[in-house]
């Protein structure tokens, strides 16, 4: 069940990435990529860990008494099963998604180019924050540059 979970996560957000990398940015295909994207990404996450909260589904391992998002130890218990693993790979897919997105807008109002557009969001699909950073630190150049000009 968590392997066909992961599946259709995973398909969703690559076809967002996708659009948001090669195709035009249309308003309706913006929109699909926060709707159809992010929206349901996120909707997949909340439907998993409510599942697994109300025991609707096996979280195809033990669950014990040390899980806790404040310890190393915890957060170890959270992914020593299926359900912690997919239900936390589909939470950095939502994430990451919507911050391309938002560097991808942000992008095209500032003028930059497909091509360095291209680049950052490659980096936030592999390495989410070192994209956003990268990205951070060119959009403030770009906006101390816009800044200078009378």
Known sequence: MWQAY?????AVALVGWAILI?????????????????????LTYVLGLVSV?????????????????FTVEG???????DAGVVIGWIHYLAFDLFIG??????????GFSRTIQGIVLLLV????????????????RAARRAARKP
Not at 6 to 10: D, E, M, Q, S
Not at 128 to 138: E, K
């Open 53 to 69: 909260l109300t025991g609707l589904a096996d979280p195809g391992g033990p669950y014990t008494s040390t899980v806790s998002f």
């Open 22 to 42: 090669f195709l035009p940015r249309r308003p309706f295909l913006l929109s699909l990529v926060l709707y159809a994207g992010v929206g349901v990404l996120s």
């Open 6 to 10: 992961l599946g259709f996560a995973t």
């Open 125 to 140: 699909l592999l390495a989410g924050p070192s994209g956003l950073l990268l990205w951070l630190i060119l959009r403030e």
């Open 101 to 110: 997105l938002w560097i991808a807008r942000d992008a095209d109002a500032k």
């Open 75 to 81: 957060l170890r218990a959270i992914s020593t099963n």
